[in-house]
C-alpha cells in the first residue's frame, strides 16, 4: 500500500487525482473501519488513518474526506481559536483542499471563493502572483501548500496582503524542513534535481526555519503558532495530528 501510494503521489498528475480519488477512496474507507481514530472534520473514525506521502507516513490520510494530518489541525485551530464558524466573513481560498471545500461552502456566514491556476476543484482561476481582487477586500485567506510551487513567494505574499482587509487574518502553510535558511536555486529546473534539492519535482525551493521571516519581507505579518502544544495527548492520538506542526497565521502588514 505505501509503495502504491508513494508512486501515485509522485507520478500522476495533482488535477487528475483530485478528480479521481474520492472514488478510489470509498473501498478504502469500507475496508477500514474501526473506532481508533477520528477525523474532526467529517466526523467519521477507522482503526487507523490510511499512509499518505512520497515516504509514507502511517495514520495520514482520512479516507472518507481526505484531510491529512495539517488539515485536521487546522481545522481544530479554526474552531478553537477563531470566529471562522461564527462570524460573517468574506474568504479567499486559494488551492483549496477537498476536505474542506464544500464544507466551508455549506457555512452560511462565509461568502466563500475557491481560486487556483491548476486545480479542478477551485470555482476562480487565478495565478497568485496576480490576485484578480481589489484591495481590503477579504477577512481571512488561506493559501497552504503553494508558496514553495511559486516563481516568487514575496511577491504572492504581498498580493495576499494587499487584498486582506486591516482586520484580515489568515493561513499561509508550507513544508518546512530542519534547516537554518531557505535553499532556493532558480536556474534548476530538471524535475529529477529539483525533487532531490527541494523534496519534490514541483517544489522550486526548499523552506527551512526562516520561512517566517523570509515571507514577513512582502509586507505581510506572520506569527508562528504552536497550537497542537496546547492539545493533550489523548487528543494528538485520536485526531492523528502532527505533534510539531507549526501553523503560520498570517495578519495585515505594512
Request: net charge positive; glycine share 4%.
Amino acid at each position: 500500500m505505501k509503495s502504491i501510494i508513494s508512486f501515485v503521489i509522485r507520478y500522476i498528475p495533482r488535477p487528475f487525482l483530485q478528480r479521481v480519488s474520492p472514488l478510489a477512496m470509498k473501498f478504502l474507507a469500507l475496508a477500514n473501519k474501526g473506532d481508533k481514530v477520528t477525523c474532526p472534520v467529517c466526523d467519521h473514525s477507522y482503526k487507523k488513518f490510511l499512509p499518505y506521502g512520497r515516504v509514507a507516513r502511517e495514520n495520514a490520510l482520512c479516507p472518507n474526506c481526505l484531510s491529512l494530518e495539517r488539515h485536521r489541525l487546522m481545522w481544530l485551530y479554526l474552531k478553537e481559536k477563531t470566529d471562522f464558524f461564527t462570524g460573517n466573513l468574506k474568504v479567499l481560498h486559494i488551492a483549496p483542499e477537498h476536505c474542506f471545500i464544500s464544507r466551508f461552502e455549506n457555512l452560511k456566514n462565509l461568502d466563500y471563493i475557491t481560486a487556483d491556476l491548476e486545480s479542478p476543484l477551485a470555482k476562480v482561476k487565478m495565478d497568485v502572483h496576480q490576485i484578480p481582487f481589489e484591495d481590503n477586500t477579504f477577512d481571512v485567506v488561506f493559501c497552504n501548500h503553494v508558496m514553495e510551487h511559486v516563481e516568487d513567494d514575496l511577491k504572492a505574499c504581498s498580493e495576499i496582503n494587499r487584498v486582506m482587509k486591516s482586520t484580515g487574518w489568515g493561513i499561509i502553510q508550507s513544508p518546512v524542513y530542519p534547516l537554518k535558511e531557505t535553499i532556493e536555486d532558480k536556474s534548476i529546473t530538471d524535475p529529477a534535481m529539483r525533487e532531490k534539492l527541494f523534496g519534490q519535482r514541483d517544489h522550486v525551493r526548499k523552506y527551512g526555519r526562516d520561512y517566517a521571516e523570509r515571507l514577513r519581507k512582502s509586507g505581510i505579518g506572520m506569527e508562528e503558532n504552536l497550537f497542537v502544544k496546547q492539545l493533550p495527548s489523548d487528543q494528538i492520538q485520536k485526531y492523528a495530528l502532527p505533534p510539531d506542526e507549526i501553523i503560520f497565521v498570517c495578519s495585515k502588514g505594512d
